[in-house]
């Protein structure tokens, strides 16, 4: 779907796009500009941060079929330094 807005410039040359529209396009902190005959074209850059947590995946339930063995071993190792 094309849309037109108008958007007021200010006396720094920034351009504010209304926050319904940023949530709209995903802009949170950052932008890519394009400029191509004239036309420059804005896109959200997902963060870092965003894109790390959606590739990492944890495995709790290793962890925690893990942990009865793990005790035991450390109380096992404890034993052994207080004997």
Not at 35 to 47: A, H
Not at 48 to 67: C, M, P, T
Not at 78 to 83: A, D, G, V
Request: net charge positive.
């Amino acid at each position: 779907m094309k849309r037109r807005l108008a958007l007021k410039v200010d006396q720094k040359g920034r351009i504010q796009i209304p926050k319904k529209i940023r949530q709209e396009l995903g802009i949170i902190e950052e932008v890519s500009a394009t400029i191509e005959d004239g036309v420059m074209k804005v896109e959200p850059i997902e963060s870092i941060l965003d894109r790390l947590s959606r590739s990492v995946k944890f495995n709790y339930g290793g962890v925690e079929a893990a942990l009865p063995n793990l005790r035991k071993a450390a109380e096992k190792q404890l034993l052994k330094e207080i004997s």
